[in-house]
């Protein structure tokens, strides 16, 4: 595997980690309290906030779900996942959501858990390569250059495709790209494709690339939400809240609520095209649905989310992403969707 990373690069990344995360910590109590709607007091919580493929997030924010089930969703958004993990370990944010290679680097450097599954991904997420890259099946990329960043769900996308077609990744050359640079590289020829994820693969599908492969016929990838333990443990009704906004906003992703769209659209930096594509790929979990044993992303059958995480795991730590394991014991933890269920 050819992986090109500067230390600069990264002595850079942790001195912007950690200034974000000092930062942070002054924007907000655990618990501040606010007026809402008829006076009602709102219970603040700091979401750690990307912007990405969690469509209930942005339903719940623009149908006012959060404050009608009493808090007050503050984002703090970040453009590392190593700013993230910083922020969680300082007690800077109480929730946020993640794919598996965050969730487990947080779990590394704090005790936080997973509390509810958002989405599945797999089919918003994939290949996309150039008309000239001579590449229209996964055994086209011995020898090609493919940009995707080392460690995300994209790279997990791109090691799983290259394993179940029994390529050694060192047969291709893995470029490290960062997703504000896919479409600059793309666009200028410096790699023959890009495995990445929505809405940027289609926008370079637009622009006369072609998408060859998705995530969903190699892996399942689901989209996580965490929190900090100490969160949790002190305030569960403030969580089971979240659960509870967030189930609502199923039905508005479902019918596609035109203030949703908009509010995705808006927060996303993406056209109306886009933003529906990417709807359309990305599949929500049920809040019941993972209260099963029948499902694969169940949270309470040892067989289901973590035994996803787990593989996922195994991979990382083998081409040395992790450098070591994290502790995966209570890291699934469905006590909030357990409480909100049972009402």
Known sequence: MSIKCGVTGARKLLAIATVAALAVMGCAAEEKKGSGAGGKDLTQVRVAFNPGTATRLYAALASGLFEKHGLDVKLVQFESGAATNAAFASGGVDVGYAGIPGILASRLSSDTRVFMVDNDGADAGG??????????????????????????????????????????????????????????????????????????????????????????????????????????SEHPETVKSFVAAYDEASALVEKGDAA???????????????????????????????????????????QGLEAIIRSWTDVLVEHKILQKRPELKGLVDPSAIQKYLAE
């Open 260 to 302: 949703f769209l908009a509010r995705m659209q808006k927060m996303t930096g993406t056209d109306e095209a886009m933003v529906k594509r990417t709807v359309e790929a990305v599949k929500p979990v049920g809040v019941k649905e993972t209260a099963t044993g029948d499902s694969p992303y169940s949270m309470t059958d040892p």
């Open 127 to 232: 290949l996309v390569v150039t008309k000239d890259s001579g590449i229209s099946r996964i055994e086209d990329l011995k020898g090609k250059k493919i940009g995707t960043m080392v460690g995300t769900t994209a790279w997990m996308g791109l090691i799983s495709a290259l394993k179940a077609k029994g390529i050694d990744p060192s047969q291709v050359k893995i470029e490290n790209v960062s997703p504000p640079a896919w479409i600059p590289a793309f666009n200028k020829g410096d790699v023959d494709g890009i495995w990445g994820w929505a809405p940027l693969i289609y926008q370079m599908d637009d622009a006369d690339g072609t998408i060859v492969a998705t995530d969903s016929a190699y892996m399942r990838n689901p989209l996580l939400w965490q929190v900090r333990g100490k969160f949790l």
